[in-house]
């Protein structure tokens, strides 16, 4: 299965803000200073993710497109 982004880099980096609370919501492992560092960069994000969660590369593109289709 292909990753698939929740969001393009773009629509992330406009939304972040607003975008910070429904990540903090489903991903309650990330602290402020890992959000305020990833700053809507999906690249970052999704490796943020990989390493607060310690999940294979497979692992965290089904957490992230389950996610993505809430």
């Known amino acids: 299965m292909a990753f698939k982004p929740p969001l393009i880099n773009e629509e992330v980096a406009m939304n972040w803000n607003q975008l910070k609370g429904n990540v903090t919501e489903q991903w309650i492992w990330f602290s402020g200073a890992q959000l305020d560092m990833v700053e809507g960069n999906q690249t970052h ?8 969660y310690t999940l294979t590369s497979a692992e965290s593109n089904k957490r992230l497109s389950d996610w993505q289709n809430q």
């Not at 994000?45 to 607060?52: N, T, V």
Request: glycine share 12%.
């Open 45 to 52: 994000f999704y490796g943020s993710i990989q390493k607060s």
